[in-house]
């Protein structure tokens, strides 16, 4: 399915909620981040965000299901995450949704 997929990926896949509540990631993303698979599962991605977005991190998330105004999302950019070990890993990230079941998703795909 869906997964498989993600698995292949060269890139790192991390799949959240509205809530920012990551509900899957790859194996790309855990080598990229250094973060074992229960680090990340049902935590907020904030936590692999750069201070001080980190802090915005969900108001920004608020704001686009909220109002559909995307700042981000569809657009590729330059950016950091933040690995275990809390360095900045430079990165290109793209974020875009999916709706399943009329649900929305955001997938962040995370190239290094």
Do not use: W
């Not at 991190?57 to 590729?76: D, L």
């Not at 690995?83 to 900045?88: A, I, R, T």
Request: negative net charge; aromatic residues 6%; hydrophobic residues 40%.
């Amino acid at each position: 399915g869906c997964m498989e997929i993600l698995e292949r990926s060269s890139s790192g896949i991390i799949v959240a909620d509205t809530r920012g509540v990551v509900i899957g990631v790859n194996d790309a993303v855990l080598d990229i981040v250094k973060y074992d698979r229960e680090d990340l599962m049902e935590k907020n991605v904030s936590k692999l965000v750069p201070d001080p977005l980190a802090g915005l991190h969900q108001k920004f998330i608020e704001s686009y299901v909220a109002t559909g105004n995307a700042r981000i999302i569809g657009r590729g950019r330059d950016s950091l995450v933040v690995d275990s070990n809390d360095q900045h890993v430079h990165c290109f990230l793209q974020i875009s949704e999916i709706r399943q079941a009329g649900v929305l998703y955001f997938v962040a795909q995370i190239d290094t």
